[in-house]
């Protein structure tokens, strides 16, 4: 017996948005594989013959100094990794931004890829047209992609009610049942 809470829903009719979850899975794993072989090799190259310690102190700072730039630089290779999913995704030049990460010192062609990056483009059910993940309606065919309320037009969610800006029965509104979390009926 499957309880509701454990359905999985996979309509291939909906459009599919990327949630807090799915951002981990776009980390490649020759990323992950290449990160292990940086931080494992950069261990070895910092701990491959015993420093001599002449101050008391300075084994624990070299052991701290080795470990954290070996998270430095398996941080930075799976961050590559995951721009050159991420930029696939959004329809943007990826040998352009794998350069533009890689070239620019200290993270910050990483910074920039951040800010500069292109909204998640998502396509109507109906026509295929290339949308914006924000948009309600598809400007092709007219399709409703998001649920929006019937008196102000602003989007509201598939759980409430009510509009939160004008405070209209959302359930009146008659919206196809794909865009309804719950019904009367």
Request: charged share 15%; with cysteine.
């Amino acid at each position: 017996m499957t309880m509701p809470w454990n359905r999985q829903t996979t309509d291939s009719s909906e459009p599919r948005e990327f949630g807090d979850g799915d951002s981990l899975k776009l980390i490649p794993l020759w990323s992950i594989i290449l990160a292990i072989v940086f931080f494992v090799g950069t261990q070895y190259w910092f701990n491959r013959t015993p420093p001599v310690h002449r101050r008391p102190g300075s084994l624990p700072a070299h052991l701290i100094m080795s470990y954290m730039t070996s998270a430095a630089l398996a941080s930075y290779v799976l961050l590559v990794g995951y721009v050159s999913r991420d930029v696939k995704r959004r329809n943007m030049s990826a040998p352009l931004w794998m350069l533009v990460v890689m070239v620019m010192p200290g993270g910050i062609g990483a910074v920039v890829y951040f800010l500069l990056r292109q909204p998640i483009m998502i396509r109507c059910p109906n026509c295929t047209t290339e949308l914006t993940a924000g948009v309600h309606f598809c400007p092709q065919c007219r399709f409703q992609v998001a649920p929006v309320c019937g008196q102000c037009f602003r989007g509201v969610q598939i759980t409430d009610a009510f509009c939160p800006q004008c405070g209209h029965d959302v359930a009146e509104d008659l919206a196809p049942s794909r865009l309804r979390a719950y019904s009367d009926s």
